[in-house]
C-alpha cells in the first residue's frame, strides 16, 4: 500500500522585507495622520487616493541606481507588451493623474496623499520593501513661493504632531546650484556627474576629506574596506568642495558664498535666485533659521527633481543599538520637480511637494516620549456566571453608549485568572465584576487593575488599605464611577 504524502504545511512568516503592523502602531499612525491632515487642511490641500498599481512606463526610472524602469519596484507583465508596478511613491502616480484629469482639476493643483509604497530593493535594519508615506503636492505654480509655504507646512507639522521648535531643521537646497557646480566642473558625462552628487549626499558621514577622497582616487572606509574614487583631478574637485563648505554664519553669508561658487553659470545663478526667495517667503512667514535654512549639501537621490529641494531632518540625539549616540535624522524630503508631467503632456508643468516617511516620524515620537507606548485598552466586563451573559453585554452596552471603550470577555469564563490576565494584555484600565452575591444586592465591583498593578510592586499595607484597587459601586452607578476612574487614570 503507496503511503500517502502529508500535505506540506505553509510557514507562518512574515515575507522577508515586510512586517505586519498591529493595533497600537496602527492607532497610533491614524491618529498621527489624523492631525497632519488638518494642517494640510489648514493649507487648502484636498485629498487624492490614486491607484496602488501604475503601468511601469508611467513610473518611469527614478529610482536611485536604477538603470531599466522594472528593476526597484514590484512589476508583473498584463501581457505581451504592457508591464505594470506597485508604486514607489506618490509622486508619479501624481503627474499621471494631474495628466490624465487636468481639464478637471484647478491651476494650481493641491492635494495630499497618504499610503503605502513598495520597493523591491534589499531590505536590511529597519529597512522595508513596504512603507507608508503621506505626501502634499503644488502641480502648476512656477513661483517658488509654492517651494516656500511647503516647507512652512512641514514646519507646522512637526510641531503639531510634537516634535518642538529646536528639535528639527528643515534644510533646503537647489538642484540647480548643484548644476552649476558640475557645469563649473566641465562634467558632461551622466554617469560621473550622478556620481558627484552621490558623493555629495555623503558629505555629512565622511566630511570634507572623505568627499575629496572619494571625489578623486577613493578611500578606506572605517571598515577597512577601500571604496574606488571618481577619479575627478584637484581642480575638478575644488567646486564641489567649495560648494559644500558655503555655508556661513547667516543665510545672506550662505547665498553671498553659493553665488562666487556657481559664478559664470546661468543656471546656477538661477538657483541662487531661488534659494533667496525662498529664504525671504520663510522669514517674512516667521520661520526663522532655527526651523528652516539653506544648506548646500542637501541633494535628495530620486532622479527627477529640477529646482529647489528639502529635507526634514530631527537634530535631538538617540541610543543606536549599541548605546552610541547619534542624531535621529531625516523624517521627510522633496522637492520641485517639474518636468514630471511633462513626459505626458509633452509641455513643462511646474510642481513641488513633500514627502514624510510615516513609520520614522513615528519612531521619533516614541522616543521623545510624546506617545504612550502601549495606549489604554478596553475596560473589560468579566464573566462570573456564563447563564448571565446577556446582563455583561448589557453592562457593555451602557458603557459605549457613554463614549467608553468596553468589551465583554469572551473566552472560557471558567477561571477568572485567566480573565484578569487577559484584561493585562489588552492593558484595560478596569475590569468589571458581578457575581451571583452582587448581583443579589444590586451592586457590582470595578477593579482599578492600573493602580493594582502598581501597588502590588511597591505599596505598603498602609498605602494599600488607603487606595483600594478594587471598590463596589451601586450597579446603576457603573457609568457614572466608571467615568470617574478613568478621568484620573489618563
Same mark, same amino acid.
Given at each position: 500500500?503507496?503511503k500517502e504524502?502529508k500535505t506540506?504545511?505553509?510557514?507562518?512568516?512574515?515575507?522577508k522585507?515586510f512586517r505586519?503592523?498591529?493595533?497600537?502602531?496602527?492607532s497610533?499612525?491614524?491618529?498621527?495622520?489624523?492631525t497632519?491632515t488638518?494642517v494640510?487642511?489648514?493649507?487648502g490641500?484636498?485629498?487624492?487616493? =490614486?491607484?496602488?498599481?501604475e503601468?511601469?512606463?508611467a513610473?518611469?526610472?527614478?529610482l536611485?541606481?536604477v538603470?531599466?524602469?522594472n528593476?526597484?519596484?514590484f512589476?508583473?507583465?498584463e501581457?505581451e +507588451?504592457?508591464?505594470?508596478?506597485l508604486?514607489?511613491?506618490?509622486?508619479?502616480?501624481?503627474?499621471?493623474?494631474?495628466?490624465?484629469y487636468?481639464n478637471? #482639476?484647478?491651476?494650481?493643483y493641491?492635494?495630499?496623499?497618504m499610503?503605502?509604497?513598495?520597493?523591491?530593493?534589499?531590505p536590511?535594519?529597519?529597512?522595508?520593501? !513596504?512603507?507608508y508615506?503621506?505626501?502634499?503636492?503644488?502641480?502648476?505654480a512656477?513661483?517658488v513661493?509654492?517651494?516656500?509655504e511647503i516647507?512652512m507646512?512641514?514646519s @507646522?507639522?512637526?510641531?503639531q504632531?510634537g516634535?518642538? =521648535?529646536g528639535?528639527?531643521?528643515i534644510?533646503?537646497?537647489?538642484?540647480?546650484? /548643484?548644476n552649476g557646480?558640475?557645469?563649473?566642473?566641465?562634467?558632461?558625462?551622466q554617469g560621473?556627474?550622478d556620481?558627484?552628487?552621490r558623493t555629495?549626499d555623503k558629505f555629512d558621514?565622511?566630511?570634507e576629506a572623505g568627499?575629496r577622497e572619494l571625489?578623486?582616487?577613493?578611500?578606506?572606509?572605517s571598515?577597512?574596506?577601500?571604496?574606488?574614487?571618481?577619479?575627478?583631478?584637484? +581642480?575638478q574637485?575644488?567646486?564641489?568642495?567649495a560648494?559644500?563648505?558655503?555655508?556661513g &554664519?547667516?543665510?545672506?553669508?550662505t547665498?553671498s558664498?553659493?553665488?562666487?561658487?556657481v559664478?559664470?553659470?546661468?543656471?546656477?545663478?538661477?538657483?541662487?535666485d531661488? /534659494?533667496?526667495?525662498?529664504?525671504s517667503?520663510? @522669514?517674512?512667514?516667521g520661520?526663522g533659521?532655527d526651523?528652516i535654512y539653506?544648506?548646500?549639501?542637501?541633494?535628495?537621490?530620486?532622479?527627477?527633481y529640477?529646482?529647489?529641494?528639502?529635507?526634514?531632518?530631527?537634530?535631538?540625539?538617540?541610543?543606536?543599538?549599541?548605546?552610541?549616540?547619534?542624531?535621529?535624522?531625516?523624517?521627510?524630503?522633496?522637492?520641485r520637480? @517639474? @518636468?514630471?508631467?511633462?513626459?505626458?503632456?509633452?509641455?513643462e508643468?511646474p510642481?513641488?511637494?513633500?514627502?514624510?516617511?510615516?513609520?520614522?516620524?513615528?519612531t521619533?515620537?516614541?522616543?521623545?516620549?510624546?506617545?504612550?507606548?502601549q495606549? $489604554?485598552g478596553?475596560v473589560v466586563?468579566?464573566?462570573?456566571d456564563?447563564?448571565?451573559?446577556?446582563d455583561?453585554? +448589557?453592562?457593555?452596552?451602557?458603557?459605549r453608549k457613554?463614549?467608553?471603550?468596553a468589551?465583554?470577555?469572551?473566552?472560557n469564563?471558567?477561571n477568572f485568572g485567566n480573565?484578569?490576565?487577559?484584561?493585562?494584555?489588552?492593558?484595560?484600565?478596569l +475590569?468589571i465584576? &458581578?457575581?451571583?452575591?452582587?448581583?443579589?444586592?444590586g451592586? $457590582?465591583?470595578?477593579?482599578?487593575?492600573?493602580l493594582?498593578?502598581?501597588?502590588?510592586k511597591?505599596a505598603?499595607?498602609?498605602e494599600w488599605?488607603e487606595?483600594?484597587? !478594587?471598590?463596589k459601586?451601586?450597579?446603576?452607578? #457603573?457609568?457614572?464611577?466608571v467615568?470617574?476612574?478613568?478621568k484620573? $487614570?489618563?
Open positions: 500500500m503507496v504524502k506540506r504545511r505553509p510557514k507562518a512568516q512574515t515575507p522585507g505586519d503592523y498591529f493595533d497600537v502602531e496602527v497610533q499612525r491614524s491618529e498621527m495622520l489624523g497632519i488638518s494640510y487642511d489648514r493649507y490641500f484636498e485629498a487624492l487616493e =490614486s491607484s496602488a498599481v503601468t511601469v512606463e513610473l518611469g526610472k527614478f536611485p541606481d538603470d531599466r524602469p528593476e526597484g519596484v512589476a508583473w507583465q501581457d +507588451a504592457d508591464w505594470v508596478a508604486r514607489y511613491d506618490l509622486t508619479a502616480p501624481l503627474a499621471r493623474v494631474y495628466a490624465q487636468k478637471n #482639476l484647478p491651476s494650481p493641491r492635494r495630499y496623499a499610503g503605502s509604497v513598495w520597493r523591491n530593493e534589499k536590511g535594519p529597519g529597512r522595508y520593501r !513596504q512603507f508615506q503621506c505626501d502634499a503636492d503644488t502641480v502648476g512656477a513661483n513661493a509654492a517651494d516656500a516647507c507646512m512641514l @507646522d507639522v512637526l510641531e504632531i516634535i518642538p =521648535s528639535d528639527y531643521a534644510r533646503v537646497n537647489s538642484r540647480k546650484v /548643484l557646480v558640475l557645469e563649473n566642473m566641465g562634467l558632461e558625462d560621473k556627474r556620481a558627484v552628487l555629495i558621514k565622511v566630511g568627499v571625489l578623486g582616487k577613493g578611500r578606506l572606509d571598515s577597512g574596506a577601500y571604496i574606488d574614487g571618481i577619479g575627478l583631478s584637484d +581642480a574637485s575644488d567646486p564641489v568642495l560648494f559644500l563648505t558655503s555655508r &554664519e547667516d543665510t545672506a553669508k547665498l558664498n553659493l553665488r562666487k561658487t559664478s559664470g553659470s546661468t543656471v546656477g545663478q538661477v538657483g541662487v531661488e /534659494l533667496e526667495a525662498i529664504a517667503f520663510v @522669514d517674512v512667514g520661520y533659521v526651523k539653506v544648506d548646500p549639501s542637501v541633494v535628495r537621490g530620486l532622479g527627477y529640477t529646482g529647489p529641494v528639502f529635507e526634514a531632518e530631527l537634530t535631538f540625539e538617540i541610543l543606536d543599538k549599541g548605546g552610541s549616540k547619534r542624531q535621529f535624522g531625516s523624517v521627510a524630503g522633496g522637492g520637480y @517639474d @518636468d514630471l508631467v511633462k513626459r505626458f503632456t509633452g509641455q508643468v510642481a513641488t511637494g513633500i514627502s514624510i516617511g510615516v513609520d520614522r516620524l513615528l521619533a515620537l516614541r522616543e521623545k516620549g510624546r506617545i504612550a507606548v495606549p $489604554i478596553p466586563v468579566t464573566v462570573m456564563r447563564e448571565r451573559m446577556v455583561y453585554q +448589557a453592562m457593555a452596552s451602557e458603557l457613554a463614549g467608553i471603550r468589551e465583554v470577555y469572551l473566552g469564563p471558567k480573565q484578569l490576565k487577559y484584561a493585562d494584555q489588552r492593558n484595560s484600565p +475590569a465584576i &458581578e457575581g451571583e452575591s452582587e448581583k443579589e444586592n451592586i $457590582i465591583q470595578i477593579k482599578d487593575l492600573i493594582g498593578s502598581k501597588l502590588a511597591s505598603t499595607l498602609e488599605k487606595n483600594p484597587a !478594587q471598590i459601586v451601586v450597579r446603576s452607578k #457603573l457609568v457614572e464611577i467615568q470617574s476612574m478613568l484620573s $487614570i489618563v
